[in-house]
Nanobody
Framework: QVQLVESGGGLVQAGGSLRLSCTAS????????LAWFRQAPGEGRGFVAG????????AYTDSVKGRFTITRDNAKNTVYLQMNSLTPDDTAVYYC???????????????WGQGTQVTVSS
């Protein structure tokens, strides 16, 4: 069992930055890949960025490459998503996800966080 606790969402103007955090707790949390997905109103949930369970591999969806950076602190079982140059298209609920022995790119997850709202105003 893994619990995911997210923080860091909010309202920001276009061009601004936000940092999301997700901490995984549980005895086996270190064995999980950690990633971020997002879901905009009326759309499905899609992969944004991820770190493989070993922490060495990283993946991004094309629309965020060069703007978002995902990092992982293995000692804290925490993953961060630094989001720069935000646009209104980035507005969504962002979910942290965990998958046992997963790679950097996830198509699904074993556990999900509660979600945090990111709103980018134009």
């Amino acid at each position: 069992q893994v619990q995911l606790v997210e923080s860091g969402g909010g309202l920001v103007q276009a061009g601004g930055s936000l940092r999301l955090s997700c901490t995984a707790s549980g005895r086996t949390a270190s064995r999980y890949a950690l990633a971020w997905f997002r879901q905009a109103p009326g759309e499905g949930r899609g992969f944004v960025a991820g770190k493989g369970w070993s922490g060495s591999n990283t993946a991004y969806t094309d629309s965020v490459k060069g703007r978002f950076t995902i990092t992982r602190d293995n000692a804290k079982n925490t993953v961060y998503l630094q989001m720069n140059s935000l646009t209104p298209d980035d507005t969504a609920v962002y979910y942290c996800a965990a998958k046992l022995f997963g790679g950097a790119w996830l198509s699904d997850a074993d556990y999900w966080g509660q979600g945090t709202q990111v709103t980018v105003s134009s």
